[in-house]
């Protein structure tokens, strides 16, 4: 079965990276979220990333033209999902979430339909349990910024068939991906991984060890690493990391994988990172200057930690 439409769920972040490359490569997507307001902004981040492409000119006017006419977005679920032949669902990283929507997507999408979660962290065989067709049930793992990132992390439930395995694969290629098959354990790899380190650079803050910068600093220029993982932390979405690891310290019951108090508090105070404006970082549109948040200046009057 060729795969031609894809409805996409949940427009933040990832959803509209994700909606991005799928119209990008000539496949027609509906992508859907609860928010109207979500989905008019998903439009416009999407327009101005394709706009910085044609800048580039890695694609034309015309590919972004068409690519853009490749994408509907919807508020209702049942309409976006009516004709496709796959779901990516990205909704927030909430368990009762993820299986309310899948006990309802399997309710309306086609039979032949895949559907595909892009959790960061949650069991795909439970998400898979919540369906009547637990064999078409698979984690399609995009990484952040998806338009740039090569990687797709292809998650096998524990019923997940070869021949969907298989199709998703082949699917990830012709999206200019490279896709790496992993079981369903707590985290898969990426996060299991990526998320203790960042837990671990926010106790080394917590403890007074270092400072933002310094931290962020060791692993860039020590390390390699293109971005600090405070920073890193700030781009994914404190909220996220918070869910993931709690994830990871359920899954194993251990306390190696519980949160920081520090970010359970920064996740309280809604201080999210990129998306609210502020995380260990502080944020204003427009300027791409990385300047720590005054919360962990120590002699801001606002207090260090
Ligand atoms: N942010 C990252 O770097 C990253 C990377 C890889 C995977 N992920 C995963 O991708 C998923 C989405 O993350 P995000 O960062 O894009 O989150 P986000 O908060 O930016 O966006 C989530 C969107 O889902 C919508 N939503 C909530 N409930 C919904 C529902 N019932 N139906 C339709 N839409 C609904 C919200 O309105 C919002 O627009 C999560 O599972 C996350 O773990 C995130």
Same mark, same amino acid.
């Given at each position: 079965?060729?795969?031609?439409?894809?409805?996409?769920?949940?427009?933040?972040?990832?959803?509209?990276?994700?909606?991005?490359?799928?119209?990008?490569?000539?496949?027609?997507?509906?992508?859907?979220?609860?928010?109207?307001?979500?989905?008019?902004?998903?439009?416009?981040?999407?327009?101005?990333?394709? /706009?910085?492409? +044609?800048?580039?000119?890695?694609?034309? %006017? #015309?590919? !972004? *033209?068409?690519?853009?006419?490749?994408?509907?977005?919807?508020?209702?679920?049942?309409?976006?999902?009516?004709?496709? /032949?796959?779901? +990516?669902?990205?909704?927030?990283?909430? %368990? #009762?979430? !993820? *299986?309310?929507?899948?006990?309802?997507?399997?309710?309306?999408?086609?039979?032949?339909?895949?559907?595909?979660?892009?959790?960061?962290?949650?069991?795909?065989?439970?998400?898979?349990?919540?369906? !009547?067709?637990?064999?078409?049930?698979?984690?399609?793992?995009?990484?952040?910024?998806?338009?740039?990132?090569?990687?797709?992390?292809?998650?096998?439930?524990?019923?997940?068939?070869?021949?969907?395995?298989?199709?998703?694969?082949?699917?990830?290629?012709?999206?200019?991906?490279?896709?790496?098959?992993?079981?369903?354990?707590?985290?898969?790899?990426?996060?299991?991984?990526?998320?203790?380190?960042?837990?671990?650079?926010?106790?080394?803050?917590?403890?007074?060890?270092?400072?933002?910068?310094?931290?962020?600093?060791?692993?860039?220029?020590?390390?390699?690493?293109?971005?600090?993982?405070?920073?890193?932390?700030?781009?994914?979405?404190?909220?996220?990391?918070?869910?993931?690891?709690?994830?990871?310290?359920?899954?194993?019951?251990?306390?190696?994988?519980?949160?920081?108090?520090?970010?359970?508090?920064?996740?309280?105070?809604?201080?999210?990172?990129?998306?609210?404006?502020?995380?260990?970082?502080?944020?204003?549109?427009?300027?791409?200057?990385?300047?720590?948040?005054?919360?962990?200046?120590?002699?801001?009057?606002?207090?260090?930690?």
């Amino acid at each position: 079965m060729a795969i031609k439409t894809v409805a996409v769920i949940g427009a933040g972040t990832m959803g509209n990276g994700i909606a991005h490359v799928f119209a990008q490569n000539g496949f027609k997507v509906n992508l859907v979220d609860v928010y109207q307001p979500q989905l008019d902004k998903a439009l416009t981040v999407i327009s101005k990333n394709l /706009d910085r492409m +044609v800048a580039k000119s890695s694609i034309t %006017e #015309e590919n !972004k *033209l068409t690519t853009l006419q490749n994408i509907t977005t919807l508020t209702s679920m049942a309409a976006g999902v009516r004709d496709a /032949d796959l779901v +990516v669902e990205a909704a927030i990283e909430n %368990e #009762e979430i !993820k *299986l309310e929507i899948f006990t309802q997507l399997d309710e309306v999408a086609p039979q032949h339909c895949i559907l595909a979660s892009n959790t960061s962290s949650i069991s795909v065989t439970k998400i898979a349990a919540a369906t !009547k067709r637990p064999e078409q049930v698979i984690g399609m793992h995009f990484m952040n910024p998806v338009p740039v990132m090569k990687l797709v992390e292809v998650i096998r439930g524990y019923k997940t068939s070869n021949e969907v395995t298989n199709q998703v694969i082949d699917l990830s290629k012709k999206l200019g991906k490279v896709p790496c098959v992993v079981n369903d354990y707590p985290g898969f790899i990426a996060n299991r991984i990526l998320m203790p380190m960042i837990n671990e650079a926010i106790y080394s803050l917590y403890e007074g060890v270092a400072g933002v910068e310094e931290i962020d600093t060791v692993m860039k220029l020590g390390m390699s690493h293109p971005m600090g993982p405070l920073q890193l932390a700030d781009f994914i979405g404190l909220d996220i990391c918070y869910s993931i690891l709690r994830v990871l310290q359920n899954g194993f019951r251990t306390s190696k994988y519980a949160p920081c108090p520090l970010l359970a508090n920064m996740v309280a105070a809604n201080h999210l990172g990129i998306k609210t404006g502020e995380g260990f970082y502080k944020y204003t549109a427009g300027s791409k200057e990385l300047v720590v948040s005054n919360r962990f200046r120590p002699l801001s009057p606002e207090g260090g930690t």
